[in-house]
C-alpha cells in the first residue's frame, strides 16, 4: 500500500498545481444547504406518508439525528484531514486496505452519479412541463438531459468559482419553493384549515409495529438528508478548512433539518396521508390545498431549479472524490491532473460526464433513491468506524476537531441498522446495489490485475525510479 505525505501540506508543481481555493464561510454553507436540500424532500414526503400515516414529520426528524452524528465525524476528519477525496480518503487511512478505498470510492461516485443523472432527466422532464409542452417522452427527454449534463460539465469545467455562484442562485430558488410550502402552511393553520391532529396519527401497514414503520420510513427519508458529506471533497477549495467546517457544516444540517420537518408538519396538517402519497408532486397539492389560487406553475419551475442543483453538486462531488483519491494513488494518476489556468481537475469531470451520459442513456434511474440511501449508510457505517480507528492509530498534535468518540459509535450502530434488513428495507435495494457494486469488484481486479503488471514489467527492465506502487496510468 502507498504512503502518502502530510495531506494538510500538499505540495503543488508547475505541471500539476493545487485546487483553487474559493469557499468562504457562506459560500459553503450554501453548498451544504443546497445539496442536502436538493430534489428529496420534494418527492419523498408522500412516500414517507405512506410508510407512517400522520407521523411523516418523525421519519424526517429521525433521519436528521442519525445525519447530525455521522456529520460530527466527518468534521473530525475533515479538519484532520483537509483534502478532497472525503470518505475513501478517511477509510483508506483507516483500514489501509485499498480493496476497502476502491468500493467506498465507487459507492460514493455511484451515488452521485446515479443522483445527478435522475436530476437530468427529471430537469428535462420539469423543463418540458413548464413550458407546456405535451408528450415530451422518448429522445426529446434524452436529448435535453444529455445537453443539461454537458452545460453542468462546462460550469464544472470553468472554474468552482462559477460554480459556486451558480449553486448559490440555485440554493436560493429551491429554499424559496419550500418556504412558500411553510408559509402556505401557517396561513392556512391561522385561518382554521386542516386538521392538525393527524400529526399524532399512525398508519401502520398490517403485521407490522409503529417501530418497525418508522424505522422503514427513516431509511427511506434519510436519502432527503444526504449531501452534506459531499462537501468535505470540496476542502481543498476551501479557505482554512480547519476553521470553516466544523460550524458551516452543523449550520447547514440543522437548517435542512428544521426546514424538512416544518415542511412534513404544513404537508400532513392540509392534505391526507392517503392523498400525499399518491402521485408524485406532494407539496403541490400541499400548495393547492392551502392556497388554492397560487399561480402552480411557478412550483414546475421552482422543481425545475432544485434538481438542477442537485446534479451540479453530485457532479462537482464525483470529479473531487476521484481527483482525491487518484492524489492518494487509490486511482490512475491522470484523474488528478488539473487544468493550470482553471484549476480545476478537467480529467476527472470529463470521466464522470461520460459515466453520466452512459446512466442516463441506459440505465432505469426511476427507483434508485432507496439504492443511493443504502450505498451511503454502509459508507457512513465505514466513515464512523474510521473515525475511532485513526483517533488512536494516527493521532495528531495539531488542531482540529474532535467529537466524543460516543457519537460515531452511536452513528456506526444506527447507520448499520438503517441499511440492513431489519430496517424493513426493500429488496430491490439490495438487488440493484449488488449490481452496481459487483461492477466495482469488477474494476478492483482490473486495477489490482494493471498494476502487478505494471510492476513485474517495471522490475524486468531494472527501473529505479519508478515506484512500483504506484497504480497503472
Known amino acids: 500500500m502507498s504512503t502518502t505525505a502530510d495531506p494538510t501540506t500538499p505540495k503543488a508543481d508547475s505541471d500539476n498545481p493545487e485546487l483553487k481555493r474559493v469557499l468562504g464561510p457562506g459560500l459553503l454553507l450554501l453548498f451544504v444547504v443546497g445539496d442536502i436540500l436538493g430534489t428529496g424532500i420534494y418527492a419523498l414526503t408522500g412516500k414517507v406518508a405512506s410508510e407512517v400515516g400522520g407521523a411523516v414529520w418523525l421519519p424526517f426528524l429521525c433521519a436528521f439525528l442519525v445525519a447530525l452524528l455521522t456529520a460530527f465525524g466527518y468534521l473530525e476528519l475533515v479538519t484532520k484531514y483537509p483534502q478532497a477525496g472525503g470518505a475513501a480518503v478517511y477509510t483508506h487511512k483507516a483500514f489501509r486496505i485499498q480493496f476497502i478505498t476502491f468500493l467506498v470510492t465507487f459507492a460514493v461516485m455511484a451515488s452521485g452519479l446515479t443522483s445527478a443523472s435522475s436530476a437530468a432527466k427529471a430537469f428535462a422532464g420539469n423543463l418540458f412541463a413548464a413550458l407546456g409542452v405535451p408528450n415530451s417522452t422518448g429522445w426529446t427527454v ?35 419553493g419550500l418556504l412558500i410550502v411553510i408559509g402556505v402552511g401557517v396561513l392556512a393553520l391561522s385561518r382554521g384549515l386542516g386538521d392538525p391532529s393527524r400529526l399524532t396519527q399512525f398508519t401502520v401497514p398490517e403485521g407490522e409495529s409503529p417501530f418497525g414503520a418508522v424505522t422503514a420510513a427513516t431509511a427511506l427519508a434519510f436519502f432527503a438528508m444526504v449531501g452534506f458529506e459531499d462537501s468535505v471533497n470540496m476542502a481543498e477549495e476551501t479557505k482554512d478548512p480547519v476553521r470553516v467546517f466544523p460550524r458551516t457544516m452543523l449550520i447547514g ?86 487544468l493550470k489556468r482553471r484549476r480545476t481537475p478537467h480529467v476527472a469531470i470529463i470521466f464522470t460526464t461520460l459515466l453520466a451520459f452512459a446512466l442516463i442513456a441506459f440505465a432505469d434511474l426511476t427507483a434508485l433513491g432507496g439504492t443511493t440511501s443504502l450505498l451511503l449508510l454502509c459508507v457512513f457505517t465505514l466513515v464512523n468506524v474510521a473515525v475511532i480507528i485513526l483517533r488512536f492509530k494516527e493521532p495528531t498534535k495539531r488542531d482540529h476537531f474532535k467529537t466524543p468518540l460516543i457519537l460515531p459509535a452511536l452513528g456506526a450502530i444506527l447507520c448499520a441498522y438503517l441499511a440492513s434488513p431489519l430496517s424493513g428495507r426493500s429488496t430491490d435495494d439490495y438487488k440493484v446495489a449488488g449490481i452496481l457494486m459487483a461492477v466495482g469488484i469488477g474494476l478492483s481486479i482490473l486495477t489490482l490485475l494493471l498494476n502487478r503488471f505494471y510492476f513485474h514489467r517495471t522490475h524486468e527492465i531494472g527501473s529505479s525510479k519508478t515506484d512500483p506502487r504506484q497504480p497503472y496510468l
Do not use: D
Not at 396538517?269 to 406553475?297: C, D, M, R
Open 142 to 176: 434524452l436529448l435535453v438531459a444529455l445537453g443539461f449534463m454537458t452545460a453542468i460539465a462546462l460550469v464544472n469545467l470553468r472554474g468552482v468559482g462559477e460554480s459556486v455562484k451558480l449553486n448559490v442562485v440555485l440554493t436560493v430558488i429551491e429554499l424559496t
Open 253 to 338: 444540517l440543522c437548517i435542512t433539518g428544521v426546514i424538512y420537518v416544518l415542511v412534513s408538519i404544513s404537508a400532513i396538517t392540509l392534505v391526507s396521508a392517503e392523498e400525499l402519497g399518491q402521485g408524485s408532486t406532494p407539496l403541490l397539492k400541499v400548495v393547492q390545498a392551502g392556497a388554492p389560487g397560487f399561480p402552480i406553475w411557478i412550483f414546475a419551475w421552482i422543481t425545475m431549479f432544485a434538481v438542477a442543483n442537485s446534479a451540479l453538486i453530485n457532479m462537482m462531488m464525483a470529479s473531487r472524490l476521484l481527483y482525491g483519491m487518484s492524489r492518494e494513488k487509490v486511482l490512475p494518476g491522470p484523474l488528478g491532473r488539473v
